[in-house]
């Protein structure tokens, strides 16, 4: 992935996961259901159609009883499942300074890691990471900006480029060889080139945060 890593430095515990369960399980009552998801996507300014909040929960609900339980939410986070619930996690997790409401900065990386116990030295680290994804500098780091982070998204010119070089009888192992010296992991890789033998020329999607001024409001000033 060409954007900074924002993993966790150290494993989540149970304890440290269960605080940002808390955050989006409004009604205490062990799962996070339709209009929970609903209230945190509007937290972060976002207003998806009642069709995308299904979807974003069917990605994590292995269950199928249409909620994300506990144990699905922690799978989620130990997996760094790459999903909409994810981000709005990682977001709800760092954004916890009052007066800078509606962005993670670097204040509130330090308090949750310090509360969660990682050395000053990884936390110091961590920040500096993290904070690159800053995108205009002002010390704040946006749903949107931890959105593009996070969402692995393959640039639309890689995947012209990889179906122009199958079209011209470019061997696998030679492609293969090429998106990885330029940040593809080989099965991301392998994947991108089978699916195109069998579907023909992708087209990069836009996530549902990018699709329109009417999803996300509030943006830097």
Request: net charge negative.
């Amino acid at each position: 992935m060409a954007s900074p890593k924002t993993d966790e430095p150290i494993l989540e515990s149970d304890e440290a996961i269960a605080k940002i369960f808390k955050k989006f399980d409004i009604k205490s009552d062990g799962v996070i259901d339709f209009d929970e998801i609903k209230i945190a996507l509007k937290s972060v300014g976002l207003y998806p159609s009642n069709q995308k909040i299904k979807d974003i929960i069917k990605r994590v609900d292995l269950d199928r009883d249409g909620v994300v339980n506990f144990e699905e939410f922690v799978a989620m986070r130990r997996n760094e499942e790459i999903c909409e619930l994810n981000v709005l996690a990682q977001f709800k997790k760092y954004d916890v300074i009052k007066y800078q409401r509606g962005f993670i900065t670097a204040e509130g990386i330090e308090t949750v890691l310090k509360d969660e116990g990682v050395p000053d030295d990884s936390i110091r680290d961590y920040v500096d990471e993290f904070m690159t994804l800053d995108s205009n500098g002002d010390g704040k780091v946006s749903f949107l900006d931890l959105y593009e982070s996070m969402m692995t998204r393959i640039p639309d010119e890689w995947l012209e480029w990889i179906h122009t070089n199958i079209v011209r009888g470019v061997p696998d192992e030679v492609l293969v060889k090429v998106l990885v010296e330029n940040g593809f992991n080989h099965e991301t890789a392998s994947r991108l080139i089978e699916k195109t033998k069998k579907e023909g020329r992708m087209v990069a999607e836009r996530g549902f945060v990018e699709t329109g001024p009417n999803f996300v409001t509030g943006q830097k000033g």
